[in-house]
């Protein structure tokens, strides 16, 4: 059924209590409207992405998702503090570079957990980046993974960064 789909974006290998720092479930939005209230970090499951992810604080924070069907699936967490988040950037099983895009810059990641990951997504494309959080614990945890094909570059020096995408390209299509 649904609740066992992955999304795209938390790849099998990583999907683990220690990696993610919090609990994720699946669900549509009509499943979720229908749920007790309580506080939730929400996100589109599918790509392209049908809605805003968001923080539901208060009953009336869903209002945000009014126009979006029921059918829609959803991925959701629990609220955790997060105090600094870096992007990093994975070429050949290789990182290449962090970058800070949100939260305090001086609070940076462990990189042993980073490497940890990738490590361990035995599945992972040849470019891709990988999304992490730092939490007020000083815990690093994974927020989510981009493929290479299309992901943002928030400071990656440029030739870097076309070998990232040109990587990611090259293989997607010798595949077709």
Known sequence: GFGKQLAINIPSELNTPDY????????????FRKQPFK????????????????VITLPS???????TPDDT??????????????????????LVGIKHYQGDCRIFPNVQVIDNMIN??????????IDVGILDSGKTILIEVQDGWALG????????????????????????
């Open 20 to 31: 993610l720092g919090r609990t994720l479930s699946y669900m549509t939005i009509g499943e």
């Open 73 to 94: 699936p959803a991925l959701l967490s629990n609220i955790v503090d997060i105090v600094s988040e870096y992007r990093c950037y994975i070429i050949n099983k290789k």
């Open 120 to 129: 361990d997504y035995k599945s992972a494309p040849r470019g891709y980046s």
């Open 61 to 67: 924070s869903i209002e945000f998702l009014k126009d």
């Open 39 to 54: 506080p939730t970090f929400i996100k589109p499951a599918r790509y392209p992405k049908e809605f805003m992810a968001g």
């Open 153 to 176: 570059n928030y400071g990656l020096e440029a030739d870097v960064y076309a070998r990232l995408l040109t990587t990611r390209w090259f293989e997607l299509t010798k595949k077709a």
